[in-house]
């Protein structure tokens, strides 16, 4: 390898691709076709960022596996950077392994940690926490070693385990910082704000504040019964009801805890259960059963008691009721939120992530667009859809999947 090439690539390890772009512009060799691709990545030109990679793929030799598995990992960065989800895993594990069968243990650690990075994106939590225990970070270079610790810090923010998150950021912070990457101290910066931002809007007898996501693991540890309205279940210290796949149950059960400890009035739980304007006797008899359906599912957390005038909830053990919901609600809370972090949406990356139809999230981002809350820009499979940030938000920590019926 000659010297510019050399210098080149420690410029990129150091995050400064214009000083790497100075010594290999002009250049059309492999390796000066991959650093160049590397840099334009680093700037933020990702279309032609993966089409530098792979004519630099195609120029390397066949004996020369290594390159070409390094370029293979350096695109599938891209794709994630880039939110292309639907990017072929098989491919990067391939290149993956033959890193590995090379000796090349810190590339093959980065191809590992961008596929545990896209699992954290499309919620496949179990993966990612099953992939870390296998993994030992301490023989890795201090920018390995802070995105290892963002993604344990990502998998505990999910989880709703506060004190393991902040000292997974800490221990990124440090990394990174001795790292020297510009872009890497950012990310992990960025990532540490989560934790002072509001997670959810605590609605206790008809007040509502925003909470923090430590106020939201102490609520879930206490005798307090819970309408989690964030993640569609009914809740104490020790027993979980899911309603995710029951809407108006779930929507009966929000009303209801929102007015406790009053009742509800029958023609306001039809309103807001069945989307009426109006209320006959057959909507209330069908009010009646669904009532009944959610008394047998919160059985062994609580009781709905007719009163004159409508329904009551009433905990059986629990103290207090509270509802946690999103800091932000609207029809399209969900979409809105993943498009919340700045970074460019293709349609379908969003449907892997939020495990929906590409035609559902489609006609949502078409209403967000009408509305003038997201833009989009390129066309066909380029099209890409993007919002800036909610200002002040960690609108995406307590999302699962869509409610049917939203």
């Not at 004996?63 to 350096?74: L, N, P, Q, T």
């Not at 206790?204 to 909470?211: I, P, T």
């Not at 019964?225 to 899911?242: F, H, I, K, P």
């Not at 009532?291 to 047998?296: A, I, T």
Request: with cysteine; charged share 25%; proline share 5%.
């Amino acid at each position: 390898m000659d010297s510019l090439i050399t210098a080149a690539a420690r410029a990129l390890a150091a995050g400064d691709p214009l000083g790497a772009l100075k010594r290999v512009a002009l250049r059309d060799d492999a390796p000066a076709l991959a650093l160049r691709g590397i840099a334009m990545a680093q700037l933020g030109d990702f279309v032609r960022a993966k089409a530098l990679l792979r004519n630099a793929a195609r120029a390397f030799g066949p004996k020369e596996a290594v390159a070409r598995a390094r370029c293979i990992v350096a695109e599938a960065e891209i794709a994630l950077a880039s939110r292309d989800l639907g990017w072929p895993a098989k491919t990067l594990d391939a290149a993956r392994a033959t890193l590995e069968a090379h000796g090349d243990l810190v590339n093959a650690a980065h191809a590992r940690y961008l596929e545990l990075r896209r699992f954290l994106l499309v919620g496949r939590l179990d993966e990612t926490e099953r992939t870390l225990a296998a993994l030992a970070p301490m023989p890795l270079p201090p920018a390995l070693r802070a995105v290892h610790e963002l993604v344990v810090a990502g998998v505990a923010l999910r989880r709703i385990q506060t004190k393991t998150a902040r000292a997974a950021l800490e221990r990124a912070t440090f990394a990174a910082r001795h790292a020297g990457i510009p872009a890497l101290t950012a990310e992990v910066e960025s990532a540490s704000r989560v934790m002072s931002t509001p997670a959810a809007r605590l609605i206790v007898r008809g007040e509502e504040r925003l909470v923090l996501l430590e106020e939201v693991e102490a609520l879930l540890a206490t005798d307090a019964l819970v309408v989690d309205a964030c993640r569609y279940v009914v809740r104490d210290a020790g027993t979980v009801v899911s309603l995710a796949t029951r809407p108006v149950l779930f929507t009966l059960a929000r009303a209801l805890a929102e007015a406790w400890p009053h009742d509800v009035p029958r023609d306001t739980l039809v309103a807001r259960a069945f989307r009426l304007k109006l209320a006959d006797e057959s909507h209330r008899a069908r009010l009646r059963v669904e009532v009944g359906r959610l008394r047998s599912e919160i059985q062994a957390l609580a009781s709905v008691n007719a009163t004159p005038r409508g329904f009551a909830l009433e905990p059986s053990g629990a103290r207090e009721v509270v509802v946690l919901a999103r800091p932000v609600e609207e029809k399209h809370a969900a979409v809105l939120a993943f498009l919340s972090d700045g970074e460019s949406w293709t349609s379908s990356a969003l449907a892997l992530a939020l495990g929906a139809s590409q035609r559902t999230v489609q006609r949502s981002l078409d209403s967000l667009a009408e509305a003038g809350k997201v833009q989009s820009y390129g066309r066909g499979r380029a099209l890409r859809w993007m919002t800036p940030p909610v200002p002040g938000f960690a609108t995406t920590l307590l999302l699962p999947a869509p409610l049917p019926g939203d």
